[in-house]
């Protein structure tokens, strides 16, 4: 809970970045699209970034907390294997939910 609320705070305080909302009516000069495009890109990289974040983050959550509670080698190792397949899965239905909306 109180990480939510520093989160959303923080958001508040430090606002949108510049450039993120522009109209469609800005879009036809040749530097509004720059900037958007720009934004774009640096958006996906830190969506890629964060993702690989949270995966790594689930490995030591879910193989640790069963290491600690279970203590067997075996049970470990699915669970890894389930988180890899896991991601895997969710990975390929982003990307085709992606392709079909786009």
């Not at 983050?57 to 389930?82: D, H, M, P, R």
Request: charged share 10%.
């Amino acid at each position: 809970m109180v990480g939510g609320i520093s989160g959303l705070s923080g958001a508040w305080v430090v606002g949108p970045r510049p450039g993120i909302f522009i109209h469609r009516a800005n879009l036809l000069q040749k530097k509004d699209i720059y900037v958007h495009d720009r934004l774009l890109a640096t958006q996906k990289l830190w969506m890629v970034i964060g993702t690989l974040g949270l995966w790594v983050g689930w490995y030591g959550f879910n193989c640790g907390s069963v290491g600690g509670i279970v203590g067997q080698v075996e049970t470990v190792a699915l669970v890894a294997i389930n988180t890899t397949v896991a991601a895997i899965v969710g990975a390929v239905a982003a990307a085709v939910v992606s392709h079909l909306h786009h």
